[in-house]
């Protein structure tokens, strides 16, 4: 498998794992949405619906493949993505934190671009 392929096979499966746990005990009126967007390697994990009468339309983690890298462009958790993946054999020098400013990557352990 080569690594565009891999990449995208351990995002879609990292993805699936957190909805998968996120609907074992679903909150009624919002619903966990997977988008997989294949030609332009983006990757969302999203809650949406109503809260009452709140609308909710929440990000929870955007990845994009760009670059030769996956970019985590949001991640609205506690969790450490990075961990799963490296487990997936996925290195932190193919991760960029998209979320921290270009200026402050340089100190993480973590690609820069």
Request: net charge negative; with cysteine.
């Amino acid at each position: 498998m080569d690594r565009l392929e891999r990449y995208r096979q351990s995002i879609k499966a990292l993805l699936r794992g957190y909805a998968d746990s996120m609907n074992e005990n679903p909150e009624p009126g919002v619903e966990i949405e997977l988008v997989f967007d294949t030609e332009n390697d983006r990757y969302l994990l999203l809650d949406v619906g109503w809260r009452g009468t709140k609308r909710i339309h929440h990000c929870i983690f955007h990845f994009d493949i760009k670059n030769d890298k996956i970019w985590l462009q949001e991640n609205n958790t506690d969790i450490e993505v990075d961990e799963d993946l490296e487990e997936m054999g996925i290195s932190k020098q193919e991760i960029v934190i998209g979320f921290h400013h270009p200026s402050v990557r340089e100190y993480s352990d973590f690609a820069t671009a």
